[in-house]
């Protein structure tokens, strides 16, 4: 490599839950600059979760909001991806792991991408539904990430053309 990687960007703790990856998200769903309408909307959010989740037999009561949240991300994030790799004159999917970090960004943009895709609402009812949804293992980021899975399964074949 001619140059060399560059370093990476530390990211401060929110406000709120005091977490690192409360901010991150919060950097992701942030459109135009605006990192305050950002956190509103995640912290309505996490509100309208917690008052769902004692709604649902399912989720036990003592969990909060952020662990419900955590455990959605979790539960979306893609241990495995397909990379397009040209050999000759084909093109293959090549399937490869994915590390911790590109793992979590993964999960967060999938989740958000599918909140947005939820019809009409606030956007803040859309991600609390999409975030109950990954939580107990279904809606479209979750689709996502056994779509990516079984795209994986199925290029097993071509995993010798790793990069």
Do not use: C
């Amino acid at each position: 490599m001619r140059k060399s990687k560059p370093k990476k960007r530390t990211v401060l703790p929110d406000p709120k839950y005091n977490d690192v990856h409360v901010s991150l998200f919060v950097n992701h769903l942030m459109r135009q600059g605006k990192k305050s309408v950002a956190y509103r909307i995640f912290y309505d959010a996490l509100d309208l979760v917690k008052s769902r989740a004692e709604k649902i037999d399912k989720i036990p009561a003592e969990k909060t909001s952020i662990e419900i949240w955590k455990k959605a991300m979790e539960n979306v994030a893609p241990s495995v991806e397909v990379k397009s790799r040209r050999i000759g004159g084909a093109t293959f999917q090549v399937p490869i792991e994915v590390g911790p970090v590109r793992k979590i960004a993964i999960s967060m943009k999938n989740i958000i991408l599918y909140a947005k895709k939820r019809g009409g609402k606030p956007m803040s009812d859309k991600l609390a539904a999409e975030i109950l949804a990954a939580y107990a293992e279904e809606g479209g980021a979750f689709k996502k990430k056994e779509d990516t899975h079984k795209m994986a399964e199925a290029n097993k074949a071509f995993a010798h053309f790793k990069f």
